[in-house]
């Protein structure tokens, strides 16, 4: 059986007098993608937000590496080993491709140079536009680099929020394969709208609505049970 | 055509002090989203600290240099004990700043006594250059020659560094910098302390360039700090050089040319570009 590398435990979460997270609990196994799946405003994106302490938990627990990171800094969270690609991407507009990854890198050791050579394989197109600012890049390339960033260092989980979120198929196909590649070298954390996406490269899913986990289990599951994704993903 | 060159030198070095000031503001607007209404009070601090050590050790080197002490440890106390607490709050930012300047202020008149203070330029600064018909005051263009030199000095750390990359990024998005592994509090305090710095550097140079210092001086320069960071863009660095050059040129020009409008000009400075550029000449991106 393959070890948790992060659980959620009753994990509730205010935002102002809003209370978004009820009850979230689910865990992520060692080497898989874990996708989060929920109509919109279900808490997905918070649930991501609340993990890397962004919208930290005011109830319940998050264990990461068997380590209660609940009330831990977001930095602190980071610097443990958790990679973080928001919905909007997070790019810092003004600063180049290369500006915004060395943002992100803590140390030029041989290591991360090795990764940063890896993702720049994955996605060719950040060497291409190495100097350009990440402002002027297309939706794709932010979403690539995006990836990037979050996995150049150290990363032992990636939390990706929406990634094909207005991408066009041709680019979504892009992404889900590096996403794949990826999986190789870590495990991920996916929110995903788009369940083709979703039941094409998720290994486990959670179903979450109105701030609460509903079901967790096998995306074989998921896919052969069509009263699950009518009621909860509105499909079919 | 000399006396343009006056005016301009004039303008170019009440220029320079301005930006000296204002980069601080701009630069703790622009990374940490607090509005600093006590700025001014670091300023004349740096002023009187520096000048007073001046007059004690006889070395206006010394004075610079205990003006930036003062402003290093004004800026620590300051943003762990004042700032600290009102993080994203504007309301409560303003309240508490303004009410800091005025004890800042008032703090000057228990320790340095009530009374105006002379100062005079150091020896070696003092008297002029005689060029043709035009006569340029040596401390004008020390000072100028010395905001150019702080000017490169930080646009090399900003844009050459690590640090200036992550106060860059910070700018653009906080919680994304954090999310990448960056303590992004210890970045604001660096920074919260540099501007405080500068603000006293600004207070020290100021002093023999306007001849005496007073307690109420901070507040009438961080207003004009104000009005140049407004007019440059909250949070650009070089928005804050060429407006605080704008707003010194067209000080001394006015003041020449239409006296009666020349405290006017900065008002009606910000006011043409609040109404046609809301956002600043050179605003800051925000992530």
Known sequence: ?236 | MDLIISLVINGLATGMLIFLLAAGLTLIFGLMDVLNFAHGGLFVWGAYTGIFSYAYTGSFIVGIVVAILTGLVFGFIMEKLIITPVYGNHVQQILITLGFMLVLQEMIKVFFGPNVVAVKVPEYLAGSWQVGDIIIIKYRIFIIIFGFIVFGLFHYILTRTKVGLIVRAGVMNKDMVQALGINIKRIFLFVFMTGAALAAVAGVLMAPYSGSIYAELGMEYAILAFIVVVIGGMGSFQGSLFAAILVGLAGSFMAYYVPYLSLAVNMILMAVVLIFRPQGLFQAAKG
């Open chain 1, 1 to 236: 059986m393959m070890e948790n590398l992060l659980k959620l435990d009753n994990v509730n979460t205010h935002i102002g007098q809003y209370h978004i997270l009820q009850g979230v609990h689910f865990e992520a196994k060692v080497g898989e993608v874990s996708v989060l799946l929920g109509r919109n405003g279900a808490g997905k994106t918070t649930t991501l937000k609340t993990i890397i302490g962004l919208t930290p938990a005011t109830g319940g627990s998050v264990t990461f590496l068997n380590q209660d990171i609940t009330k831990k800094p977001t930095y602190d969270i980071a610097n443990l080993g958790i990679g973080y690609v928001p919905e909007d991407q997070g790019i810092f507009a003004q600063l180049s491709v290369e500006e915004n990854i060395k943002v992100a890198m803590k140390k030029e050791s041989e290591e991360s140079k090795e990764k940063l050579e890896y993702v720049l394989n994955l996605f060719p197109d950040l060497k291409k536009f190495w100097k350009k600012a990440g402002g002027n890049l297309s939706g794709g390339q932010k979403q690539m680099l995006a990836m990037a960033r979050a996995f150049v260092n150290d990363s032992k989980l990636l939390l990706i929020d929406e990634p094909s979120k207005g991408l066009a198929p041709i680019v979504i196909e892009k992404v889900m394969e590096a996403i794949v590649e990826m999986k190789k070298r870590t495990t991920i954390l996916l929110v995903e709208q788009n369940f083709f996406m979703a039941s094409k490269i998720g290994d486990s899913f959670t179903l979450i609505d109105d701030g609460k986990t509903v079901h967790q289990g096998a995306m074989k599951e998921l896919i052969d049970n069509d009263e699950m994704k009518h009621k909860y993903l509105g499909i079919g």
